[in-house]
């Protein structure tokens, strides 16, 4: 046995121990982690950001940008299918939902924004808002 204990493990043993023929694992686990793991980077004109949102369809995933907060959301809704001619002896859904959000030292420019889903993992480019400084006026 692993000499970690994972979560709930001391009671699924017990479980199966006293009622080994009523015990029955869940068929999907944990379908989205507590919280999603980001990597953010900076380069002189934008921030890379990638996050890990494995098993996600890309529909299911939001992003939002206002200012310099980045907001970062995924929803799970897994259902097992039941064939024809099957008897169904248990059904198990799972629906979720996890976001998180973080703020970067500058605005954001939302217009030149891109983000890219591939493989589990979302990669966002955004570009730093120019910061245009003081204005020059001239004098009458």
């Known amino acids: 046995m692993n000499g970690l204990m994972t979560r709930g493990s001391l009671f699924d043993d017990f479980f199966k121990d006293v009622a080994p023929g009523f015990y029955v694992k869940p068929l999907h686990g944990d379908p989205l982690p507590a919280q999603i793991k980001v990597d953010v980077k900076e380069t002189p004109d934008a921030y890379l950001v990638q996050a890990e949102v ?61 983000a890219r889903y591939e493989h589990g993992v979302l990669s966002l480019t955004l570009p730093k808002k120019s910061a245009s400084g003081g204005q020059r006026l001239a004098i009458e």
């Open 54 to 114: 494995p098993g996600v369809p890309k529909d299911d995933i939001q992003v939002t940008v206002e200012g310099n907060v980045v907001t970062l959301r995924a929803e799970v809704k897994q259902q097992d299918a039941q064939h024809r001619d099957e008897k169904l002896l248990r059904s198990e859904r799972y629906f979720g939902a996890v976001s998180r959000s973080f703020q970067l030292p500058v605005d954001i420019d939302q217009a030149n924004a891109k």
